[in-house]
């Protein structure tokens, strides 16, 4: 047995890094979040490692040290990184450092993470690919724990005004946790987990959806989960291997499935905030209400973009605005035509590369992500979703050999 690589270990660490210090819990102890201050505080002490862990690596390089690359990047991931990279900068030369945290953790860190592991055996993605769905499914145990006692377990954000309460685990916001439970769940169809650990895995994810709260991903990531059964049937039929009893085992379990949802929607706390609130609440209009946005900016800024502290204040002397629950509105508005479009297409040759060759579950997963950020905003903000997506995207693209 070969010893794991140094490089995969502290990736390793990074990766924990970023998990286990949520946005909510660096705000004790450093202004991460704040306006203004120090901008070398503003990025996260997970995303610095992967960045110094680049460096080195392109240093040793350089030197002709390291050895050849066993695995060849994603396509189209450099293509992407590299075009990130120069939005981040052309912004920082434009509106100042306010940004450039945000587009390294949420984008620049975990492009460079996956691409330093493309660098070694397709293993350690795989392993990593895993790993990724193992926490989400014990993040998605302690979001229905919460959720149980009524109280959060870690340090978190002012949630009150929500109303209800909604669980916030690991990940910080209730809104984070959804976009990463909902785009990742696709992936366990993958794995070579027994199928009760499947179910178990995928239950979980499902019902926490409900301790958060959010009705949107919910009703994305049950679409992409049936999406994902739909592409899987096709291929079966196309490959025939598709027989009476998976008709029949698929059938009732979404009987099974649809009948346990309805008992939690309708006979627990749990479903209180969808059926009380339902289609009368203010946050389903936002997501309606988000286009209007690009109404009240003038075409030069439509088309260059605006900084945060214009579009605060847009928002500030506008409150019919509300919130703006719809990541690619933001990320317009943020970038403007000029970069959006670029990077709207550079990310769909990136996807487009990831589902090359994809199980259905993978293709499934990527429309669902994309269908995620149309209702929600987390994107919009420094997170870890894009990295826990690309690990079990690239991982377990496939499904599993089956011994």
Not at 50 to 63: E, H, N, Q, S
Not at 117 to 137: D, H, N
Not at 351 to 366: C, E, Q, W
Request: proline share 5%; glycine share 8%; charged share 10%.
């Amino acid at each position: 047995m070969s010893p794991t690589p140094a490089l995969y270990k502290v990736l390793w660490l990074a990766l924990m890094l970023r998990v286990g210090l949520s946005t909510e819990m660096l705000n004790l102890f450093i202004p991460y979040t704040a306006p203004g201050g120090n901008p070398f505080l503003k990025i996260h002490p997970g995303s610095y490692l992967i960045l110094l862990t680049a460096g080195l690596y392109l240093f040793r390089k350089a030197t002709h040290i390291a050895s050849a690359s066993p695995v060849s990047p994603p396509k189209g991931l450099m293509q992407f990184l590299y075009l990130i990279t120069l939005i981040a900068l052309i912004n920082t030369v434009r509106f100042g450092t306010s940004g450039m945290a945000y587009v390294v953790d949420t984008f620049i860190a975990p492009l460079l993470f996956i691409a330093l592991l493309s660098t070694l055996p397709a293993v350690f993605m795989r392993k990593l690919g895993v790993f990724t769905l193992v926490i989400v499914t014990i993040n998605s145990g302690i979001a229905m724990a919460e959720f149980a006692c009524r109280t959060h377990f870690l340090p978190h954000g002012k949630f009150e005004s929500f109303g209800h309460f909604r669980a916030s685990a690991l990940f910080g916001h209730p809104l984070n946790n959804a976009l990463i439970t909902a785009a990742v769940a696709p992936f366990v169809m993958n794995t070579s987990w027994k199928t009760w650990q499947k179910i178990l895995s995928l239950s979980l994810m499902l019902v926490s959806l409900l301790a958060y709260g959010a009705r949107g991903a919910l009703m994305a990531g049950g679409f992409t989960l049936l999406l994902a059964v739909l592409l899987k049937a096709r291929q079966m039929k196309r490959d025939n291997t598709l027989s009476l009893t998976h008709i029949t085992s698929s059938y009732l379990m979404g009987i099974i499935a649809a009948g346990a949802l309805a008992l939690l929607l309708l006979a627990t706390p749990m479903g209180d905030r969808f059926l009380d609130l339902g289609l009368s609440d203010s946050s389903v209009a936002h997501r309606f209400k988000a286009f209007n946005l690009l109404g009240y900016l003038s075409p030069l800024q439509l088309i260059t973009g605006i900084n945060f502290s214009t579009y605060s204040l847009l928002l500030e002397m506008n409150p019919e605005l509300g919130i703006i629950e719809n990541f690619w509105i933001n990320l317009l508005a943020s970038f403007g035509l000029i970069l959006f479009v670029p990077f709207l297409i550079s990310l769909g040759i990136f996807f487009r590369g990831m589902a090359h060759k994809a199980s259905p579950a993978t293709v499934a997963a990527l429309i669902g992500f994309l269908l995620i950020a149309s209702t929600n905003n987390s994107l919009s903000t420094k997170t870890l979703a894009f990295m826990l997506f690309l690990l079990p995207a690239l991982g377990l693209k496939t499904e599993a050999k089956r011994s």
